[in-house]
């Protein structure tokens, strides 16, 4: 059964011609939908502040503010006298907290995709005379066509929000979803300039939404967010997601029934100019790009199975023959995937280094019974460059087969078999023989 709202809630919904669903899954939160609809197509946001001039002034400039970017205001309702309803759409998606609890960190370029549009939606809002106040990972959603949208602007509507407040906020919001600066798998040559230290700098030093859009745009080409896959949000513990993912996302936006006379909102039709959103549509690219498997899409490894049985020599021991090791340390992280155990990974991983950290998070994101069922084929291991004793690089091209992952809620998830991928393994020799350190794009730095 879905929560239901109080008795007074429930009475300012009706008055909207609307019906309560169930709650949003955040406080003073509750979805609504039109009687002839059956999906969700707003939120009415409990706000703790009475009706005033002031408040009723701030809504109305939130209604007329559209921006593709931005969670659209429709209307405010008084719902008790220390208590006020304003109701927003319903953005379907993906919370950002919630995408990063279920995968590895983002890439430079899926930070720009985020960045670049929410810089401009924040210009939107200063331009208005308005602040958002509430720019957090999970107050920021990625639409199933991979848009970012900035929802639910609570202290910009009370009024306690600072405008200076916001821009800083969205920099801290993304860095956090960032990989440390020593632990990007993917990090490409040092001649690269990385995006991290650019937004530390900005941070630090202050700037403008304008300034962000043109030093992202120079430091990094934007890329899809890639969205987790059903398998691993289930696994993932994502109790406190506030917007279910994937839900249809066509719902028709005909005009919202007409309030009673304690709203001073005129219902607007949406007619956002297209130019200024030309190079956002290009920077989020065409669909999303959804990932087989948090971490596995990262960097797929497997197991040959042409290996030489022959021979009985512990492949990971064996200090003259890294490729034999590669292959082996391959087969191996797919077991320790199965298992779901992140004790683990220091059979393959060397402990403290970026593939063990990597390889951590993937087991946390597949929940209590990690990859059941994964298999991996390797096509081809061999030692690029010169290696040394100590140490190895070793470009390996592999596939992995379907999995089922066991969801927090007891459910059952279906992940396909994923491409074949080459990735380049960075090893290093230990005290317990060859382990990976880093993986990497070939042709990149480890």
Same mark, same amino acid.
């Given at each position: 059964?879905?929560?239901?709202?109080?008795?007074?809630?429930?009475?300012?919904?009706?008055?909207?011609?609307?019906?309560?669903?169930?709650?949003?899954?955040?406080?003073?939160?509750?979805?609504?939908?039109?009687?002839?609809?059956?999906?969700?197509?707003?939120?009415?946001?409990?706000?703790?502040?009475?009706?005033?001039?002031?408040?009723?002034?701030?809504?109305?400039?939130?209604?007329?503010?559209?921006?593709?970017?931005?969670?659209?205001?429709?209307?405010?309702?008084?719902?008790?006298?220390?208590?006020?309803?304003?109701?927003?759409?319903?953005?379907?998606?993906?919370?950002?907290?919630?995408?990063?609890?279920?995968?590895?960190?983002?890439?430079?370029?899926?930070?720009?995709?985020?960045?670049?549009?929410?810089?401009?939606?924040?210009?939107?809002?200063?331009?208005?005379?308005?602040?958002?106040?509430?720019?957090?990972?999970?107050?920021?959603?990625?639409?199933?066509?991979?848009?970012?949208?900035?929802?639910?602007?609570?202290?910009?509507?009370?009024?306690?929000?600072?405008?200076?407040?916001?821009?800083?906020?969205?920099?801290?919001?993304?860095?956090?979803?960032?990989?440390?600066?020593?632990?990007?798998?993917?990090?490409?040559?040092?001649?690269?300039?990385?995006?991290?230290?650019?937004?530390?700098?900005?941070?630090?030093?202050?700037?403008?939404?304008?300034?962000?859009?043109?030093?992202?745009?120079?430091?990094?080409?934007?890329?899809?967010?890639?969205?987790?896959?059903?398998?691993?949000?289930?696994?993932?513990?994502?109790?406190?997601?506030?917007?279910?993912?994937?839900?249809?996302?066509?719902?028709?936006?005909?005009?919202?029934?007409?309030?009673?006379?304690?709203?001073?909102?005129?219902?607007?039709?949406?007619?956002?100019?297209?130019?200024?959103?030309?190079?956002?549509? $290009?920077?989020? @690219?065409? /669909?999303?790009?959804?990932?087989? =498997?948090?971490?596995?899409? *990262?960097? %797929? !490894?497997? #197991?040959?199975?042409?290996?030489?049985?022959?021979?009985?020599?512990?492949?990971?021991?064996?200090?003259?023959?890294?490729?034999?090791?590669?292959?082996?340390?391959?087969?191996?992280?797919?077991?320790?995937?199965?298992?779901?155990?992140?004790?683990?990974?220091?059979?393959?991983?060397?402990?403290?280094?970026?593939?063990?950290?990597?390889?951590?998070?993937?087991?946390?994101?597949?929940?209590?019974?990690?990859?059941?069922?994964?298999?991996?084929?390797?096509?081809?291991?061999?030692?690029?460059?010169?290696?040394?004793?100590?140490?190895?690089?070793?470009?390996?091209?592999?596939?992995?087969?379907?999995?089922? $992952?066991?969801? @927090?809620? /007891?459910?059952?998830?279906?992940? =396909?078999?994923?491409?074949? *991928?080459? %990735? !380049?393994? #960075?090893?290093?020799?230990?005290?317990?023989?060859?382990?990976?350190?880093?993986?990497?794009?070939?042709?990149?730095?480890?």
């Amino acid at each position: 059964m879905p929560d239901m709202p109080p008795i007074d809630v429930d009475r300012a919904l009706t008055t909207l011609g609307l019906l309560a669903t169930g709650g949003t899954g955040t406080a003073g939160g509750w979805l609504a939908r039109r009687p002839e609809d059956e999906s969700p197509a707003f939120e009415l946001l409990v706000l703790m502040a009475a009706v005033d001039e002031r408040l009723v002034d701030r809504v109305e400039r939130f209604v007329g503010l559209e921006h593709p970017h931005l969670g659209q205001v429709r209307a405010v309702t008084p719902i008790d006298p220390g208590r006020t309803g304003v109701l927003v759409d319903h953005v379907v998606g993906v919370s950002l907290g919630a995408i990063r609890r279920a995968r590895a960190p983002m890439t430079d370029g899926e930070c720009v995709t985020l960045l670049v549009p929410l810089c401009q939606a924040l210009s939107a809002l200063d331009a208005a005379g308005l602040a958002h106040g509430a720019v957090e990972a999970d107050n920021v959603v990625v639409q199933p066509d991979g848009r970012p949208v900035l929802v639910a602007p609570r202290p910009g509507l009370v009024g306690t929000a600072l405008p200076g407040d916001d821009l800083p906020r969205l920099l801290s919001t993304v860095v956090g979803v960032m990989p440390e600066e020593d632990g990007a798998l993917l990090a490409g040559p040092a001649s690269v300039p990385r995006l991290r230290p650019v937004l530390d700098q900005l941070l630090a030093g202050g700037c403008s939404a304008n300034e962000v859009v043109a030093r992202c745009f120079a430091t990094a080409e934007p890329e899809a967010v890639r969205l987790p896959d059903a398998a691993a949000l289930a696994g993932a513990s994502l109790a406190g997601m506030r917007r279910p993912f994937p839900v249809s996302a066509g719902t028709e936006r005909r005009p919202l029934p007409r309030e009673s006379g304690a709203t001073r909102t005129a219902r607007r039709r949406r007619t956002a100019p297209r130019s200024a959103r030309r190079r956002v549509t $290009v920077a989020v @690219a065409a /669909g999303v790009l959804l990932v087989v =498997a948090v971490g596995i899409g *990262r960097h %797929v !490894l497997a #197991h040959p199975p042409t290996a030489d049985a022959s021979t009985t020599r512990e492949p990971l021991l064996d200090r003259s023959d890294p490729a034999g090791a590669a292959a082996e340390l391959t087969r191996r992280r797919a077991d320790v995937l199965r298992s779901g155990s992140a004790e683990r990974v220091a059979d393959v991983a060397v402990t403290g280094g970026p593939a063990a950290r990597a390889d951590s998070e993937v087991i946390a994101s597949l929940g209590v019974g990690g990859a059941e069922g994964l298999s991996a084929r390797v096509d081809s291991a061999s030692v690029t460059g010169t290696p040394t004793q100590d140490e190895a690089d070793v470009s390996v091209s592999s596939a992995t087969s379907g999995y089922v $992952v066991l969801g @927090a809620d /007891g459910r059952r998830s279906t992940a =396909a078999a994923a491409a074949p *991928r080459t %990735v !380049l393994l #960075h090893l290093r020799w230990t005290n317990a023989g060859w382990r990976v350190w880093s993986v990497s794009q070939p042709g990149a730095a480890p």
